[in-house]
């Protein structure tokens, strides 16, 4: 029975790989105030409401961009932007490391209630506003 709890430890703690954290996951930048504004704008919660220094960002996943998911980005995009063509979108989304971090973001209110979003930004070794892919929301307490 000892040998199968060693055994089983093991493999339990050998099968978490540690993520990669990324320096754009902090409160303020560019990968937190699309999911700030989208509270403000779509859900008609005020500003002043929000206690900034509770805010909190969690890093869930750091993936690679892959050539799939850059092509998709890179069309969707290319709807939005009939100025830049595909072919320099899809390049934005190869560029430099690009990642797709899925981030928790959890606010809380003056009242102590919670807004947590589930959201989707690529960042690359340059820049934390490559591109902003939405948002779930997960509790909406205020």
Known sequence: MRKFLAISTFLLSSSVIAMESNPCVIVGSSVEIPIFNAMINDMDVKRESIVAKKTKLELLENKPVNKLLAMQLAKSDEKELSFV????????????????????YTYENTEGKHNIFIGSAIVNNNECSVGFNGYIVVERGF
């Open 85 to 104: 063509k595909y072919k320099e979108l899809f390049s934005i989304y190869q560029s430099d490391n690009p990642r797709n971090l899925i981030i928790k």
